[in-house]
Nanobody, 123 residues
């Protein structure tokens, strides 16, 4: 298990940007593929994107492709979600998660989760 703590959420106007961070502690962070998910009120949790343990592979949901970028710094045990051109529909609680799988998009494949950080995009 790895412990995860998200930060960086907040209120931003549509068209703006935010960068979320997810700090990890515990077992070796660099072993894990990391994912970002989000959940809006009244909606199911949605996969946003992921990054492999070596950062050699990134993959995104179609809804955020071209606007969001995931990166990681294994020396700092941190993964980032850069969100640009934000839309009101991006409003949600954002979670980071860790998996032993090389690539995963389903929440059930991720064994460790952070507590989430709220992102609110106003019109």
């Amino acid at each position: 298990q790895v412990q995860l703590v998200e930060s960086g959420g907040g209120l931003v106007q549509a068209g703006g940007s935010l960068r979320l961070s997810c700090a990890a502690s515990g077992r070796t962070f660099s072993r894990y593929t990391m994912g970002w998910f989000r959940q809006a009120p009244g909606k199911e949790r949605e996969f946003v994107g992921g990054i492999s343990w070596s950062a050699g592979s990134t993959y995104y949901a179609d809804s955020v492709k071209g606007r969001f970028t995931i990166s990681r710094d294994n020396a700092k045990n941190t993964v980032y979600l850069q969100m640009n051109s934000l839309k009101t529909e991006d409003t949600a609680v954002y979670y980071c998660a860790a998996t032993d799988d090389f690539i995963a998009t389903m929440g059930a494949d991720f064994g460790s989760w952070g507590q989430g950080t709220q992102v609110t995009v106003s019109a």
